[in-house]
């Protein structure tokens, strides 16, 4: 069965620090997400994307972050310079169509900012 | 923007019990779903429900939009059920395609 796979599954990093967070969509899939959710509290929505532009962003995504498909199967999301609030599992998904379809989730990754 | 509530917060139950899980939101929806998320912090996918019953298993799900909420049913408790239920909505209208609003979650947890 087709999933969405993201890499790495945990990642440390120092405050101040850049990090690449990358996701593998659905292969015949063509809206892409980004989620959060810090830690005991709900799931938060990012920044959607689509033929490669950012359909929707949030509050949340600021200059900070920065999403790219770099080829044909890859769908990243940047954070220049790590702040100790953006410690939170990450989660990627991906949907066949942007309207009334049903969303997948990666297995998330955690990242701690230190 | 939509509100999602979910009840109840927390629910302890002992195995084999059966429950139901509640979500209300404020507003049409496109797409509805209900997650699992496992002691990884996985997102299991349970079911896509913007209208009528589906059932898998053990579990079963109801949306009536019209009266915009969603129950989860839970039949015959396993201790493996045990994590967090999600629910999560696509506001109706606008150009938010594909976006979910989560709400804040049920805590289920099964005793032997």
């Known amino acids: 069965e087709p999933e969405v796979t993201q890499t790495p599954s945990h990642q440390v990093t120092q405050m101040g620090q850049e990090v690449i967070l990358r996701c593998v969509p659905i292969?015949?899939?063509?809206?892409f997400y980004w989620y959060r959710q810090i830690l005991g509290q709900k799931v938060e929505f990012l920044v959607s994307f689509y033929n490669n532009e950012i359909s929707e962003k949030s509050e949340i995504f600021d200059d900070q972050f920065s999403v790219e498909r770099p080829d044909g199967s890859n769908f990243t999301l940047k954070i220049r310079s790590t702040k100790l609030e953006d410690s939170a599992m990450y989660f990627c998904a991906s949907s066949r169509t942007g309207l009334n379809t049903e969303a997948f989730f990666g297995q998330g990754t955690r990242l701690t900012v230190v | 923007g939509i509100q999602v509530e979910q009840s109840p917060p927390d629910l302890i139950l002992q195995e084999g019990a059966n429950s139901t899980l509640r979500c209300n939101f404020s507003?049409?929806?496109?797409?509805l779903q209900w997650f699992h998320q496992n002691p990884w912090g996985q997102l299991i996918n349970l079911f896509y429900i913007p209208s009528g019953t589906k059932q898998n298993g053990r579990l079963s799900a109801t949306t009536v939009a019209t009266e915009r909420y969603s129950l989860l049913y839970i039949s015959s408790s396993q201790t493996t059920d045990s994590g967090v239920y999600f629910c999560a909505v696509e506001a109706a209208g606008g150009t938010s395609y594909g976006k979910l609003t989560f709400g804040q979650g049920t805590i289920l947890t099964v005793h032997p």
């Open positions: 507003d049409s929806v496109n797409n």
């Open positions: 292969s015949n899939h063509l809206y």
